[in-house]
Structure formats: C-alpha cells, structure tokens
C-alpha cells in the first residue's frame, strides 16, 4: 500500500491517536506498578507491624504470668530480707543469739565492709545488683558435731542467706604440757563464707 501526500492528513489524527493510547497505557502501566509496589510495602509494613504486636502482646503476657508466678518467691525474699539494704545489726543481734544457745563451746566472728558479689562462674542476676558482705568464724568445738548443729540453726535464727564457702578443722593438741584439757574444746575451726544480698536495680516507687 503507498502512502500519498493527501493521505497524511487523514492518517496524522489515526497516528497521533495511536501514540496518545501509546503514551496513555504506558501511564497506566507506570501508576500502576507504582501503586503495586506501594501496596506491597504497605503490606509488609502492616505484616510487621501485626508481628511486632504479637511480639508485644506475648512479652507482655510473660511478664503477666512470670509476676503471678514469682510474685509469692518475692515477697518471701523481702520478708526473709534477702531482697534490700544489708542487714549488718540483725545479723550481728542474731549471731549473739546463736552464742546464748550454747550450741558450740566459743565462737568469734568479723564481718567485712560489703562489695559487688563477683560468682566464680558468670550468672544471670536479672534485675538485681548482688552484693556480698564476708563473715569469718572462729570456732572452739567439743566435737564435729557442733559445727554442723551451728551451721544448721544459723539460717532458722537469722533472717538472711549466708553463703557458707567452706570450713577447716584442726584437732587441739592434747599434750601433758598443753593448756588444753580433756574437758575444754578438742576442735577449732575456721570458717569462710558471707552474706548474700540483692539490691533491685529499679526498686518500685
């Protein structure tokens, strides 16, 4: 087919026609890839946004069921003071208590300035700081079974956890030319350890 010069007037309308539909989907392709992509960001966005909710709503549960169930573990803490400012007159009180109960033949005590508890192996305090105030005893003992009957009544007369780290015992020389008579202590003792204390970080107003 050819083309004249009389016909370029009547196929310019056809021509421009075709390339206004050209231009025209070629807009419509571009605002709607355009409008694709946005939507899908939006989706995700709306996806995370749904996630991190969940994330929320579980935590918040947790901590929901973690607080009913150490609520009571607390408040035994606090009340067995444990949880709190270290106790330095009740324990000394309460070490003199023990001493009345004649539960060894003589015992003497020295309790260090308190600093940060350092474990030997790392543990997780959670929210508390843990501090540690160190308590060496002396003892003078009739028998092994004193040290255990002192050690046992210590935490049931003293609010408090004292952390016994370890004890040594020597047998006291029992010689004509020694001091020590068959009826005064056969054993001394020494004893390291201390008191354990947790202060909480955020403590509740």
């Not at 989907?25 to 605002?31: G, P, Q, W």
Request: hydrophobic share 35%; with cysteine.
């Amino acid at each position: 087919m050819k083309i004249t010069k009389t016909d370029i007037p009547i196929l310019r309308w056809s021509i421009l026609a075709i390339s206004a539909s050209i231009i025209a989907s070629a807009a419509i392709l571009y605002v709607s890839s355009t409008y694709i992509e946005i939507s899908q960001k939006e989706l995700l966005n709306a996806r995370k946004a749904r996630n991190d909710a969940r994330v929320r709503l579980a935590s918040a549960q947790e901590d929901r069921d973690n607080m009913s169930k150490y609520s009571s573990e607390y408040g035994e803490l606090v009340r067995r003071k444990i949880i709190g400012d270290e106790q330095r007159l009740d324990w000394i009180e309460g070490m003199e208590k023990l001493r009345q109960m004649n539960l060894v033949w003589d015992f003497r005590y020295n309790i260090a300035p308190q600093k940060s508890y350092i474990p030997k192996s790392p543990i997780s305090s959670g929210n508390f700081d843990i501090h540690y105030s160190e308590m060496g005893l002396h003892f003078d003992l009739l028998h092994e079974a004193q040290l255990a009957n002192f050690f046992d009544a210590l935490p049931r007369h003293i609010e408090g956890w004292y952390q016994l780290e370890g004890c040594t015992l020597k047998r006291n020389a029992t010689t004509e030319d020694s001091e020590v008579k068959p009826s005064g202590p056969q054993l001394s003792a020494e004893c390291k350890g201390g008191w354990i204390t947790l202060k909480n970080r955020n403590p509740q107003s």
